[in-house]
C-alpha cells in the first residue's frame, strides 16, 4: 500500500504544479512568436534583430505596453553608436528641427513648435527622442509630409509632378513603383468600401511606405543598425515598405516586428503567420495612451 501512497502524493504534487503553472500564465501581458508562432523569449528575439540591418518595428499607436517594448528593444540594441533611429511619426520636411533638437540647439518648447508632433507624443514617442539625444544617435524623419498623401488620395499620384525641387526632397523619387495587387492595398480598398475609397487611397498609403523606405535606405550606413518605428500595418507580412526596400535596397537584412492584440495572449492563430520575423501578441486590456 505503500507505492499507492507514494503515487497518491505524487499525483497530488503533480495537479499542484499545474495549477500553479495555471495562474503563473494570468497576468502576464505580451508574448512573443516567431513567424510560425513558436514561443520566443525577448533575449532570443534581440539577437537576431541585432543581425539585421534593418528593424522595423510594426506598432499600434496607442498601445502603451508596445511603445514601452519599443523602448526596451531600443536599449537592448544600443551598442556603442551602432544604432540609426528612424520613425514614421517625424515628417521628412521637419528633419532640421529634429536634428536641431538633438544637437540641444532649440529647446523642447521650441522643438514642439518647429515639428508636427503627435498628440501623443509626449507619452509615447519622447522617450525615443531623448534617448537618442542622450546617446547622441541619429533619428531620421521618414514619412512623407502629410499634406502630399492627403493630396494623392484627393488628386491622384499624377499631382506630385507640379511640385518644388525642394519638396521633392521630402518624398520618395518620383515615379514611385507602385503593384496595386499588393493584399495590404487590395485588402485597405476593401476596408474603406464606400465614398471614401477610390484607387487613390492606396495609393495614398503607398507614398507613405515608399517614402518611409527611400529616407532609410538613404540615411542607412554600413555597420549599422536602422531601427524604424512604424504603424504595423506597414509592414506586416512583409509588404509597405518592406516591399519597398526590396525595390531600393535588395541586399540589405531586414526583420520585421508586428503587434496583435488579442484576449489570450498564449493563444495562437495560425492566420498570423508569416505576419513578420516576430509578433507581439498584447493583452486586449493594456491600457491605450488615447
Known amino acids: 500500500m505503500l507505492w499507492i501512497k507514494k503515487f497518491d502524493r505524487l499525483s497530488i504534487a503533480i495537479c499542484l504544479l499545474i495549477t500553479v503553472g495555471s495562474f503563473a500564465q494570468k497576468g502576464i501581458p505580451y508574448k512573443i512568436y516567431s513567424e510560425k508562432g513558436k514561443s520566443i523569449s525577448f533575449e532570443k528575439m534581440t539577437q537576431k534583430l541585432g543581425r539585421a540591418d534593418v528593424v522595423l518595428f510594426g506598432e499600434f499607436h496607442d498601445n502603451s505596453l508596445g511603445h514601452w517594448l519599443q523602448l526596451e528593444v531600443l536599449k537592448s540594441l544600443h551598442v556603442g553608436n551602432r544604432l540609426i533611429l528612424g520613425a514614421e511619426m517625424f515628417e521628412?520636411?521637419?528633419?532640421?528641427?529634429?536634428?536641431?533638437?538633438?544637437?540641444?540647439?532649440?529647446?523642447?518648447?521650441?522643438?514642439?513648435?518647429?515639428?508636427?508632433?503627435?498628440?501623443?507624443?509626449?507619452?509615447?514617442?519622447?522617450?525615443?527622442?531623448?534617448?537618442?539625444?542622450?546617446?547622441?544617435?541619429?533619428?531620421?524623419?521618414?514619412?512623407?509630409?502629410?499634406?502630399?498623401?492627403?493630396?494623392?488620395?484627393?488628386?491622384?499620384?499624377e499631382s506630385l509632378d507640379s511640385l518644388s525641387m525642394e519638396e521633392k526632397t521630402w518624398i520618395a523619387p518620383l515615379p514611385f513603383p507602385y503593384d496595386a495587387n499588393l493584399p495590404g492595398y487590395k485588402k485597405m480598398m476593401s476596408m474603406f468600401e464606400g465614398k471614401h475609397s477610390n484607387d487613390n487611397l492606396p495609393k495614398a498609403q503607398a507614398i507613405k511606405d515608399a517614402t518611409m523606405a527611400h529616407f532609410i535606405v538613404e540615411n542607412f550606413e554600413e555597420g549599422k543598425l536602422f531601427l524604424h518605428f512604424n504603424g504595423t500595418y506597414h509592414s506586416n507580412f512583409k509588404e509597405g515598405i518592406v516591399w519597398y526596400l526590396n525595390r531600393y535596397s535588395a541586399d540589405l537584412r531586414v526583420v520585421t516586428i508586428a503587434m496583435i492584440v488579442q484576449e489570450d495572449v498564449f493563444k495562437w492563430d495560425i492566420e498570423n503567420n508569416g505576419m513578420a520575423d516576430f509578433i507581439i501578441v498584447i493583452d486586449r486590456n493594456i491600457t491605450k495612451t488615447f
Open 92 to 157: 521628412a520636411d521637419k528633419q532640421n528641427g529634429l536634428d536641431a533638437y538633438l544637437k540641444s540647439d532649440i529647446s523642447e518648447e521650441d522643438f514642439s513648435k518647429e515639428v508636427r508632433l503627435w498628440p501623443n507624443y509626449k507619452t509615447d514617442y519622447k522617450p525615443l527622442v531623448e534617448f537618442a539625444k542622450e546617446h547622441q544617435l541619429k533619428f531620421i524623419a521618414t514619412n512623407v509630409p502629410r499634406r502630399y498623401a492627403s493630396q494623392v488620395y484627393k488628386q491622384g499620384v
